[in-house]
């Protein structure tokens, strides 16, 4: 009885422990930003944990915003959001050339 009891004991702290860590508060992911408070292609942005999205730092270029990210942020590149509403097949190919194409006979 004593054996079972202790077992239990253990395997409910354990279970406790589980849930205690997923309410922990997780980082904001690169997609989970709003897409107005995105940087412009080619400026980055560092995006402080625990910060609301209208008192996040300006948008800037990306060697000082790697530079000066702090612990407690990341840094966002404007040209690593994908927008997920656009299907696969609508993307734009791009020019094809073909060889000797460039070389004009005179």
Same mark, same amino acid.
């Given at each position: 009885?004593?054996?079972?009891?202790?077992?239990?004991?253990?395997?409910?702290?354990? $279970?406790?422990? #589980?849930?205690? #860590?997923?309410?922990?508060?997780?980082?904001?992911?690169?997609?989970?930003?709003?897409? $107005?408070?995105?940087?412009?292609? #080619?400026?980055?942005?560092?995006?402080?944990?625990?910060?609301?999205?209208?008192?996040?730092?300006?948008?800037?270029?990306?060697?000082?915003?790697?530079?000066?990210?702090?612990?407690? $942020?990341?840094?966002?590149?404007?040209?690593?959001?994908?927008?997920? $509403?656009?299907?696969?097949?609508?993307?734009?190919?791009?020019?094809?050339?073909?060889?000797?194409?460039?070389?004009?006979?005179?």
């Amino acid at each position: 009885m004593t054996t079972r009891y202790v077992l239990y004991t253990i395997a409910m702290w354990a $279970g406790l422990a #589980g849930v205690a #860590g997923a309410q922990q508060a997780q980082p904001a992911r690169a997609d989970s930003v709003l897409k $107005g408070f995105r940087p412009p292609p #080619g400026m980055c942005r560092i995006w402080l944990d625990k910060v609301p999205a209208r008192q996040q730092p300006a948008p800037t270029d990306c060697r000082t915003a790697v530079h000066d990210k702090p612990t407690n $942020g990341k840094v966002i590149f404007g040209d690593d959001f994908v927008d997920k $509403g656009r299907k696969s097949d609508d993307k734009d190919l791009p020019m094809v050339r073909k060889f000797g194409e460039d070389k004009k006979k005179p």
